[in-house]
């Protein structure tokens, strides 16, 4: 049986140590390695060991009872939570690790949530209780509070209290005990089904730096837990990572969800077909070839490049989004000695590695740009390049990535008609829901327009984020929607399309009511009571909102929205004025109106005019000459009306 741990937790919880312990108790390793040592199995980057965080996922194997674990050490910074992410969607259990020293902390709930997204059934470690003036039973009382009253204390016996806790789940297990007593098959059967379906949160105690629990905690694991992959069934594998290796091969970590692959297989991504040259199995940073991968073993494979983290690939394709958006952009600065060519080729391999990163060439200003999540990352993308690419970079302040939308319906003309070409678009563009991107839609009808140059148009308009007209930042939460067009058989040529597309695009948005968006998070501070005035204060100046605080023992818990840019420093005065009493957690919660929005414009200072990728002039033809009708007057001199 092939089983998937995933091991997550706020920083500084002891995550990497607690995976250390499994791996040295299941003879996978000699020797215990510590954080703080720099000698850790799992933290094997060197930029990890210097600066004693995880920042890759990366994973260790050991056997245990008949089964095969992949455990998978993650992130615990935020900088680093869409590594994290990624990971997830291949676990099948996953452990979060708490301190008993500091209990819940922020990062702890935005790893729930991400948890429950997923429906990963979860365990809890309680760590640290060899500290003094810990209490592991206070913890739990947290987990009950604030993320979840179906977490329950195991250890490895049926205690009393866990018996009553099952039963109350289930009556028909309740009617069995009041009948024939105890069973503890019968238990650890639907107990098991409990956990898998996410009915219940089992926590344990211990201590991983100091070896108490880890191995009482694993028998219970193994007990506890069970897969289901079909071998027999047509292959499907999710991508979870990308990686290149010191031989410049990009190798494409796969958790194969059905049936096999072998060495030499054909593997279908998307419409396209590519060969497996080599398959790995790794252990930490190093790995063995294998001949053979089946249903639920996480591999590595080299030979594929066309498929890309979150694809599912094989029999059933599919795509899958992710959560954790960077909010702030960055400037990417070198030295004129060396070429862009080199540097941007550089940033596409991160890209394939982080998608997160949306790496942007910016062709007018000659300028390549990255997305992050925070500081840290770009602290940690100059030591990456300096070490990969063997050349210096450095990062231009941090920015808030903006977006824009419309208030109402519009309808956009656009028309393209120098000598010997020939192409008119209309579209109408209308708003939709928060966070639902830019959709296509199409109506018009083929007598109008060949198919063939409708697939053109959609194709233009889902190619790439658009421009907005305020602050050139992206186009979002629009649906588009093709109401006809017109090409000609002899004249309209490769590209025509495109620049009667975005043409008809811009002279919509030109005559839209065009809205600012800002990043939000959606905020949880917990503090003492005496607190609560100081937070609702800066909240309300950092332009956020809050529900009617909670009271919970002898701490307040408020919740809201507040915009990123107002907010992305906060952690620092917070744990300032609490003296680390407090808790602060914050999870991106989409985008939404601009609290600032004349004054970002005018910060930002775009000029619609001179933007050399768009623009809402139509071009027309007469008497064998191109002429311009500007957007006011280009609906009138439109062919389809």
Not at 53 to 80: E, K, L, M, R, W
Not at 229 to 251: C, M, P, W
Not at 351 to 362: I, K
């Amino acid at each position: 049986m092939h089983k998937t741990i995933g091991i997550l937790a706020h920083v500084d919880a002891g995550k990497t140590t607690f995976s250390e312990q499994l791996l040295f108790h299941t003879k996978t390793i000699r020797q215990r390695g510590r954080v703080d040592h720099k000698d850790s199995f799992l933290d094997s980057h060197s930029i990890e060991k210097n600066r004693g965080i995880t920042i890759f996922a990366d994973q260790g194997v050991f056997s245990y009872n008949n089964s095969t674990y992949y455990i998978i050490d993650t992130p615990g910074h935020v900088d680093f939570s869409p590594e994290m992410e990624r990971a997830i969607q291949v676990m099948d259990y996953a452990i979060i690790i708490i301190s008993a020293v500091d209990g819940i902390e922020g990062h702890t709930e935005t790893v729930w949530q991400l948890l429950r997204k997923h429906k990963i059934p979860t365990f809890f470690f309680i760590n640290k209780i060899d500290y003094d003036d810990t209490n592991p039973d206070a913890v739990l009382q947290e987990i009950f509070a604030n993320l979840s009253e179906d977490a329950c204390h195991i250890t490895n016996s049926y205690t009393e209290e866990l018996i009553e806790f099952i039963a109350e789940r289930d009556e028909v297990l309740l009617e069995a005990y009041m009948e024939n007593g105890f069973d503890e098959l019968l238990w650890t059967k639907k107990f098991k089904q409990m956990i898998e379906e996410c009915i219940v949160f089992p926590c344990a105690y211990g201590s991983a730096l100091k070896d108490i629990g880890v191995l009482d905690f694993l028998e219970s694991l193994d007990k506890l837990t069970d897969t289901h992959y079909n071998i027999d069934r047509a292959f499907t594998a999710q991508v979870y990572k990308i990686r290149h290796d010191e031989s410049g091969n990009r190798v494409t970590f796969l958790k194969v969800l059905s049936g096999k692959m072998r060495v030499r297989d054909e593997v279908k991504i998307g419409s396209e077909h590519e060969k497996i040259t080599q398959l790995r199995q790794y252990n930490g940073s190093k790995f063995k070839t294998i001949d053979e991968a089946n249903a639920g073993e996480l591999v590595a494979v080299t030979g594929l490049t066309a498929a890309s983290i979150g694809d599912t690939i094989g029999a059933n394709q599919s795509k899958t989004h992710f959560d954790l958006i960077p909010t702030l952009k960055s400037k990417v600065i070198f030295d004129d000695s060396i070429h862009v060519k080199e540097v941007l080729r550089s940033f596409r391999l991160l890209d394939a590695e982080d998608p997160s990163l949306r790496v942007y060439w910016d062709e007018y200003f000659q300028e390549i740009h990255v997305h992050v999540m925070g500081v840290i990352q770009l602290e940690v993308l100059v030591q990456i390049v300096k070490e990969r690419f063997h050349y210096n970079v450095t990062f231009g302040e941090p920015k808030i990535l903006y977006k824009e939308t419309i208030e109402a319906p519009v309808r956009g003309y656009g028309h393209f008609e120098p000598l010997k070409h020939y192409a008119e678009v209309h579209l109408l563009i209308e708003p939709t829901g928060r966070g639902s991107g830019l959709t296509f839609d199409n109506i018009c009808h083929a007598n109008d327009l060949s198919i063939g140059n409708q697939n053109l148009v959609k194709h233009h308009l889902l190619e790439k984020d658009h421009h907005g007209i305020l602050t050139g930042s992206a186009l979002t939460d629009v649906k588009i929607t093709l109401l006809t067009g017109r090409g000609h058989n002899e004249h309209t040529s490769g590209g025509d399309f495109r620049e009667a597309t975005y043409r008809a695009l811009r002279q919509g948005l030109e005559k839209a009511q065009n809205i600012l968006l800002e990043p939000f998070y959606d905020y949880k501070i917990k503090v003492d009571m005496d607190l609560i005035g100081r937070v609702l204060s800066d909240v309300q100046q950092a332009h956020g909102t809050f529900e009617p605080p909670e009271n919970t023992g002898d701490k307040v818990i408020i919740k809201g929205r507040v915009p990123v840019a107002t907010f992305m420093s906060y952690s620092t005065t917070f744990a300032s004025f609490t003296h680390g009493t407090g808790t602060l957690s914050l999870l991106f919660g989409g985008y939404d109106r601009c609290h600032n929005q004349e004054a970002v414009i005018e910060r930002i200072g775009y000029n619609k005019e001179a933007d050399p990728e768009y623009t809402s002039t139509s071009i027309f033809c007469a008497k064998g000459t191109g002429y311009k009708v500007p957007w006011q007057e280009a609906e009138k001199a439109m062919h389809c009306l």
